[in-house]
Nanobody
Framework: VQLQASGGGLVQAGDSLRISCAASGRTFSAYVTGWFRQAPGKEREFVAAINWRGTDTRYANSVKDRFTISRDNAKNTVYLQMVSLEPEDTAVYYC?????????????????WGQGTLVTVSS
């Protein structure tokens, strides 16, 4: 599976942004997909994950109630809708995928990774 993240950019605090992760290569609907982020000088951290059906999701406490993960298997795309963005959300956002049904929140659980898209939130 090849993953391509896009949609990042420069926004102001309080703004909304939607980033996307397009997949190619295999039947994407069979994969659990997650979003992670890495801020400068920090380790990569879990943001959100969604099961292959789109019926189960999980979020980091820091983004719960502000971020929404969703997927459109017909388009082989997973989305991360972000609202009420804060400067602390500034990071490179990566999408990742692993074949299976169980939600995964650890980086080592994922096999396939996209190249990342930069989200910068100014105060």
């Amino acid at each position: 599976v090849q993953l391509q993240a896009s949609g990042g950019g420069l926004v102001q605090a309080g703004d909304s942004l939607r980033i996307s992760c397009a997949a190619s290569g295999r039947t994407f609907s069979a994969y659990v997909t997650g979003w992670f982020r890495q801020a400068p000088g920090k380790e990569r951290e879990f943001v959100a994950a969604i099961n292959w059906r789109g019926t189960d999701t999980r979020y980091a406490n820091s983004v719960k109630d502000r971020f929404t993960i969703s997927r459109d298997n017909a388009k082989n795309t997973v989305y991360l809708q972000m609202v009420s963005l804060e400067p602390e959300d500034t990071a490179v956002y990566y999408c990742a995928a692993v074949h299976g049904t169980a939600l995964a929140i650890m980086t080592h659980q994922y096999v396939y990774w996209g190249q990342g898209t930069l989200v910068t939130v100014s105060s």
